[in-house]
């Protein structure tokens, strides 16, 4: 219990430090005036208060993520903890913050718009297509995860496809209606809610004292499987929503088209990061102790969504394990929908089509949504589809998160001169090493079964070097040619 109460202060004090250091970094200006003054359309471009900002941010980032992600990150002992903090505050809300900043600063862009800009028009075409597909995946993950829930717990002798067809019904609904109409008006109470689960935890805490272990007690591998799940880099695939995920800076630009005030942008998107930390870390507590053999429990081959089932059940009375699986399904569904709206706002950027009549909006979303049901189908019919589906978007995901960064850096490089963009370049590199170890060592999603582990290491150690001296080269030219020309 230690280790947690200081990883939780540490998580506050990165915020009020960091946070407010980054903000100074960036130069956020309270006089500048932004794109829902500048562009108000009604539809995406539209004012709301900081507070619901804030929450809608939360809850578009969160979904699942910080919940059945820690959970099963957990599984790897008391180095997600650390993962938790760290990336948070180092990685995660850098990423969010500087993001969501400079789609502020350019009006309310797409990210396929802002990798565009300091990774190239190579980098931009293919971000596009790559983005509106994890949209999509998430969309699918967001859509299967609470439909079976509500199946299973609820109406077990309804067919899950039942649920399917009423939650994206609502997915599309979500996704064309502006949104203040929706979104701006309930999902802060499911934010509300989602904070609320996490309270919950807290207080069982302090109610059952479970001896949630200790960082002394070792960083070693606890997982069931550690032979084939080496802590780097699964554990860090597993655990992304709860310290940094590629998904936060596609949900970015829909708040950055809402905000007034560039001074905002701390408390949404490097706060909504750490808030989303916090919740990670709790629920990671909760399950290293369910996980561990002190528990008494058996958590043989459990998901993190049965995880979530045993944790409620055990510690909370029945009404509360109810509304907190509820919790978990509207978490899902508040991702999910926000994401395939994402993939609406990215394709109409790129195609140059108008938002604000509702015809436009439905010749966009309709093919988005036509190849979510393929996916879908997929993914409850093949008895390994969602299985398969989750992996890749788990690595689509912090492969974006990877491409962001490296963007961020050459913004920072470009604007702040210096050593400014060693802040994100770091964070960077480590993350190439993370995507491309995974694709080196994994043994079911990756050449792990064929490759030598150590192999696999060293060649995403020359992957990661190699891309250094490119980002390097390629700095050094743009400085070299701005010299000449100016």
Known sequence: MITFC???VMLVLGYLIYGAFMEKVFGADSTRQTPAVTMADGVDYVPMKPWRIFLIQFLNIAGVGPICGAIMGAQFGTSSFLWIVFGSIFAGAVHDYLAGMISLRNKGCSLPEIHGEYLGNGIKQFMRGFMVLLMILVGVVFVNTPATLLTVHFTPNMSVFVWVGIVIAYYLIATLLPIDKLIGRIYPIFGFLLLGMAVAIVVAFL?????????WSGLQNRHPAAEHNPIFP????SIACGAISGFHATQSPLMARCMLNEK??????????????VVALIWAAAAAYFFSPESGIDTAGKSGAAMVG?????????AIAIITILGVISAAITSGDTALRSARLIVADFMHVDQKP????LMVAIPIFVVTMAFLIFSLTDANGFDVIWRY???ANQLLATFTLWAITVYLRRTKGGYWHLLTLLPALFMTMVTSSFLLVAEKEGLGRWLPRGAGYALAAVITLCILIVFMAKNR??????????
């Open 207 to 215: 109610v059952y004292r479970p001896e949630i272990p200790e960082l």
């Open 6 to 8: 200081i990883a939780l």
């Open 477 to 486: 030219q743009k400085e070299k040619n701005t010299v000449t020309n100016g």
């Open 264 to 277: 905002q942008g701390r408390p949404i998107f490097y706060g909504a990061m750490i808030t989303e930390g």
């Open 310 to 318: 045993l944790i409620a059940d055990t510690w909370f009375p029945k």
């Open 393 to 395: 978007f788990a690595w």
């Open 234 to 237: 699964m554990m860090f695939i």
């Open 358 to 361: 509702i015809r436009n909006r």
